[in-house]
């Protein structure tokens, strides 16, 4: 046991590694975002400063009772399969799909049960980001119901 916090070291340096993780992260964000105009600008350095302050508290305040041996679970083999699944869909199928299968996933694999309400609170999840993309940004995402809706 480190004698900081009462956290066990590898869950400590777990810890330290995702806070330098993020941290190059959001400075390579904050970098990249300088060559653009104020406007285009805006929305990456938000990201890059909210990620940066999640560093900063990483580093100074990591999880009291990390247990670094729950991290290499079933649970994170399941996501990063969810994950390369709906990226495939996108590719695939098209957005519309790839998302509704994401959040499903993610949800299913949080404990939420399978259900009509967690179908149609992902479909309505799905629905919001198809008309902000389409509707406000003017970027109409790919798939069977996006692309013709906001073409």
């Known amino acids: 046991m480190s004698r900081h916090l009462g956290i066990s070291a590898p869950a ?3 810890d330290l590694a995702l806070a330098l993780l993020c941290g190059g992260l959001a400075v390579a964000v904050l970098i990249v975002s300088r060559g653009y105009p104020e406007s285009a600008a805006a929305l ?5 400063y909210l990620l940066l302050a999640c560093a900063v508290a990483l580093g100074c305040f990591p999880g009291k009772r990390a247990d670094f041996e729950a991290v290499r679970g079933a649970r994170l083999v399941m996501t990063l399969v969810l994950v390369i699944a ?24 949080m404990g939420y049960p399978l259900g ?7 479909l309505a999840l799905v629905a919001l980001i198809g008309a902000v993309f389409g509707g406000l940004l003017g970027v109409a995402l790919p798939g069977p119901i996006f692309g013709p809706l906001f073409a």
């Open 12 to 14: 400590r340096g777990f």
């Open 116 to 122: 009509g309400r967690l179908l149609v609170m992902a």
């Open 44 to 48: 990456p350095e938000i990201i890059g």
């Open 86 to 109: 709906a990226v495939a869909l996108i590719e695939w199928v098209g957005a519309d799909i790839g998302l509704w299968v994401l959040f499903v996933g993610c949800a299913w694999i």
